[in-house]
């Protein structure tokens, strides 16, 4: 069955239903489909969900920086899996939510993957075909491939957010915003924590200075940070995994319960 609108978006992120949204109350025909439940990324596995958790990691690092000078912080700790219930608490209410509004401003909702057969249709779930006037790919961002044996064991920040225990050992790959942004947290909720960088510097896009004071930090709350480290391959040992890294042309290798992928995103098309 084919139906036909003024505009099918791909992607029910925040861009996309704005788009979606503003068309509809121009009298547009308009259809929305994703694979995923609505929301996105910032709304559902990005921005706002990590606000939540990283109030938890504040506050502990609040408390340390007071400590001697009027607050007793002792005994003070994450209780990981209460953080990610409170998180859930936001985040599992926010599809529907989203399909509510959408439906209510005459938008016409689809769930599945979706697939062009044509220039300007699609189709969803191998059966229903959506044809448009226009297209829009509103489809954000997905984790870089890594081109190393092993790694199909990395998570991405999505599963990070909803691990229901934090291991004793976490390595983040890459040495981006995502994995500076949870090693911090993880680091504040007593994991022990490395990131790996194959650059002589992470964050390359930001200020250095910045990123100097960024590193010199993240080691002073435990974090160990290796840079000019590339990543060769991942091993399953166990309950954990043995990485393969090279540093400064020196084979090593590293031992850890997690292994997270915070090594860049690219489009998610």
């Known amino acids: 069955m084919t139906r036909t609108f003024d505009l099918v978006v791909l992607g029910v992120g925040m861009a996309a239903v704005s788009a979606a949204n503003k068309c509809a109350a121009a009298g547009w025909s308009v259809a929305v489909v994703d694979e995923l439940p ?14 939540m958790l990283r109030r938890g990691a504040e506050i502990i690092d609040a408390a340390r920086l007071m400590r001697g000078k009027g607050v007793e912080d002792e005994g003070l700790r994450i209780n990981w899996a209460d953080l990610v219930t409170f998180k859930r608490s936001f985040t599992e209410k926010i599809p529907g939510r989203i399909e509510g509004n959408l439906e ?20 969803v779930g191998g059966e229903t075909r959506l044809q448009g006037r226009y ?9 870089r491939p890594l081109d190393v044996p092993g790694a199909e064991y990395l998570i991405d920040n999505a599963q990070f957010m909803e691990l229901d225990d934090l291991p004793t050992r976490i390595l ?44 010199a930090r993240s080691r002073e709350a435990g974090i160990e940070v290796r840079l000019r480290t590339a990543l060769r391959s991942v091993e399953q040992e166990g309950g954990g ?19 997270v992928h915070g090594a860049g995103r690219v489009p998610a098309i």
Do not use: Q, W
């Open 38 to 51: 609505y929301g996105g990324t910032c709304a559902l596995r990005g921005c706002d969900p990590k606000k």
């Open 104 to 123: 209510d401003n005459g938008v016409a909702t689809f769930h599945g993957p979706a697939r062009f057969v044509n220039e300007n249709t699609v189709e």
């Open 135 to 143: 297209i829009l790919i509103a489809t954000g961002a997905k984790p």
């Open 172 to 215: 983040f790959v890459g040495g981006g915003y995502i994995s500076f942004e949870f090693a911090h947290i993880a680091a504040r909720a007593g994991s022990g924590v490395c990131i790996i960088d194959r650059g002589e510097l992470p964050l390359k896009a930001f200020d250095p200075d910045l990123v100097d004071k960024l590193v």
């Open 241 to 259: 995994y043995t990485i393969h890294i090279e540093t400064g042309g020196r084979a090593e290798e590293l031992t850890t319960d997690l292994v």
